[in-house]
């Protein structure tokens, strides 16, 4: 059978039906509901092809069909009508930047609450690898006899910080001399640079012993290390309940679980965007099982070659497409145009 335009129209009426609805789309409903100069027995059979060709299912014993991941695919990449955000729209998702942020997770944490509040989906956002962000700044203050804090900040103004167990013979003006060290021999250096095994003789130069200096050099690493690995920010969990698909416990359960494991689902959004452009994974195109009824849609935000994160929503395959890819890919612009001021780069011209 060939997919003529017009079991595209038809197709593309039932989808825009279903995602509004929720309920299987039966003939008489399209043939009433829109204008395609079509019967009802006509709309029925080029139904029953499409179900054929892997574009429609139909669930139970129903009359009514529903779309597939084969027919939900085509639509995204063939009959999806664009959808331009309005004045209101584009107001509610600059509400990211009205606020002056100060840190990339300030920022991310910000973007996902407002993306999950406008599309009504869970949305997320992984940080980027920092390996290539500069150290700013060091320090290691006192709590208590015995336990320091030592504090990473890099450029983005990302902060780490490690508890450590520290000789009670170390003073408060001793950290200060060490914080000095470390600062000048680490501030400036991207974390690639940063070699915390050649820094370990440094305590020789303050006259530091190594049972002083070991953990704090120890600590330094440790924030160092923890920068450079992914961190993801989740918001909107449990909007997933809203949705009939979901109503099943069981699989309510599953998907919160998943959320809740973050390891497994960061991976797959940082994995499955791409460095230009939006990606849309549907359904059974996704590799974790457990969002095998969802579909997840990404968008990665590059601030320098090697400065790479990822922005992404997930929500059922009955998803509101054109709207999540307007709003996510207005929110890519606004989230790198931040991180630009947060890195003091000057913004590209138009």
Known sequence: MIMDDRKKRILQAIIDDYIDKAEPIGSRTIA???ELGLSSATIRNEMADLEEMGYLAQPHTSAGRVPSD????????KLMPARSLNSAEIRELRSVVNTRVYELSQLLKHATAVLS????????AVTPRMRSSTIKTVQV?????GKALVIVVNNAGIVRNALIKISEQATSEML????????DKLAGLTFEQADTEGIKTLGREIGVSGDIMQPILDGTADCIYQM???????EGSTNILNHPEFKDMDKARQFLSLLDEKTSICKAVYDSAQPNGITVRIGSENDLSSIRDCSLVTVSYNVSDTMVGTIGIIGPTRMEYNKV?????YMKKLVSEEINKLLG??????
């Open 32 to 34: 009433r509901k829109y």
């Open 70 to 77: 084969k027919g939900y695919r085509l639509y995204v990449d």
């Open 117 to 124: 509040s406008f599309t009504r989906y869970t949305s997320m």
């Open 141 to 145: 203050v006192p709590i208590e006899a």
């Open 176 to 183: 200060g001399r060490i914080s000095n060290l470390l600062n």
């Open 228 to 234: 450079g690995d992914h961190e993801m920010y989740v």
């Open 325 to 329: 890819i307007s709003s996510i890919s």
């Open 345 to 350: 780069h000057e913004p590209e011209d138009e």
